[in-house]
Nanobody, 126 residues
């Protein structure tokens, strides 16, 4: 089992920045072989891929956030981060962290993740 807890959401003006964190815990996984990702879901819309990171720190991003968001991981702290800059009102959504143990590569499809956090709200005002 893996438990994921997101933090760092909030209200920010357009053009501002936020950093989300996702702390993983549990007794039956190793962070070193676990793919992790961030997804978001706006009201009335489907959950969409934002960014993913493999155990070797390879990364992938949705086109809509490339050059504005950065995903990173600190294995010693069992934490994945999403640094968001130049935020736009269309970035407003609940952001979810996801994890899949036993995968060293990148996963960008939400159905391949087994574990999810509870979500953190990000609101960008214009």
């Amino acid at each position: 089992q893996v438990q994921l807890v997101e933090s760092g959401g909030g209200l920010v003006q357009a053009g501002g920045s936020l950093r989300l964190a996702c702390a993983a815990s549990g007794s039956t996984f190793t962070i070193y072989t676990m793919a992790m990702g961030w997804f978001r879901q706006a009201p009335g819309k489907e959950r969409e891929f934002v960014a993913a990171i493999g155990s070797g720190s390879r990364t992938d991003y949705a086109d809509s956030v490339k050059d504005r968001f950065t995903i990173s991981r600190d294995n010693a702290k069992k934490t994945v981060y999403l640094q968001m800059s130049s935020l736009k009102p269309e970035d407003t959504a609940v952001y979810y962290c996801a994890a899949q143990p036993g995968v060293v590569g990148i996963i960008s499809r939400h159905m391949r993740y087994s574990y999810w956090g509870q979500g953190t709200q990000v609101t960008v005002s214009s």
